[in-house]
Nanobody
Framework: QVQLEESGGGSVQAGGSLRLSCAASGRSLNAYARHWFRQAPGKEREFISWISVSGARTYYADSVKGRFTISRDNAKNTVYLQMNSLKPEDTGVYYC????????????WGQGTQVTVSS
């Protein structure tokens, strides 16, 4: 059974940084595109970023472009999200996910980690 476990969330002041990690267990996800999503209070879950299998390609939502960086370490079966210049509107629960086929709905989801940015 595949499990994705996020970590690294917390509370930070605006302008600060956090680094989220998402470790996979149960099987290797090295052949899967990895994603980050977030859900703000009272809003639908939104896409944040993805990274290709090799890590050579990345994509970001406009709302985080230039501030967030996604990366992966296939040896550790882990994906990361470095978040800099955080804003209060970045507050929410952050979820990692994995999709066998890029562009399709993810096959696996983590339980989420809370990020709170205060002004």
């Amino acid at each position: 059974q595949v499990q994705l476990e996020e970590s690294g969330g917390g509370s930070v002041q605006a302008g600060g940084s956090l680094r989220l990690s998402c470790a996979a267990s149960g099987r290797s996800l090295n052949a899967y595109a990895r994603h980050w999503f977030r859900q703000a209070p009272g809003k639908e879950r939104e896409f944040i970023s993805w990274i290709s299998v090799s890590g050579a390609r990345t994509y970001y939502a406009d709302s985080v472009k230039g501030r967030f960086t996604i990366s992966r370490d296939n040896a550790k079966n882990t994906v990361y999200l470095q978040m800099n210049s955080l804003k209060p509107e970045d507050t929410g629960v952050y979820y990692c996910a994995a999709a066998r086929t890029l562009g399709s709905d993810p096959d696996y989801w983590g339980q989420g980690t809370q990020v709170t940015v205060s002004s």
